[in-house]
């Protein structure tokens, strides 16, 4: 399965951007797939995932009500809709997949970059 992310840019404090992660391949092997970010000099961390059948979403905390993570069945993309955007929301953001609910996230999307100035 590939994974291309996109959707990223340049923001004001109080923004929003709509991230999107488009599946190709053997997409009928997902488990779930999660948005993760990686702010430079800090380690990756998981900002939200959601099933592949498109229940079952989850948010880290420091993002809940805020963004909010869906994906178009039709179109085998999740998007992640990032509102109320904050300067230390800047990073650079992934989508992973993973296989089974045991697996680890084996497969990454290329980052996009979000920068929030303020």
């Known amino acids: 399965v590939q994974l291309q992310a996109s959707g990223g840019g340049l923001v004001q404090t109080g923004g929003s951007l709509k991230l999107s992660c488009e599946a190709s391949?053997?997409?009928?092997?997902?488990?779930?797939i999660g948005w993760f970010r990686q702010i430079p000099g800090k380690a990756r961390e998981v900002v939200a995932t959601?099933?592949?059948?498109?229940?079952?979403?989850n948010y880290a905390d420091f993002v809940k009500g805020r963004f909010a993570i869906s994906k178009d069945n039709a179109k085998n993309t999740v998007y992640l809709q990032m509102n109320d955007l904050k300067p230390e929301d800047t990073a650079t953001y992934y989508c992973a997949r993973k296989g089974s609910s045991h697996s680890r996230y084996n497969d990454w999307g290329q980052g996009t970059l979000v920068t929030v100035s303020s």
């Open positions: 959601i099933a592949w059948s498109g229940r079952n979403p």
């Open positions: 391949g053997r997409t009928y092997t997902t488990y779930s």
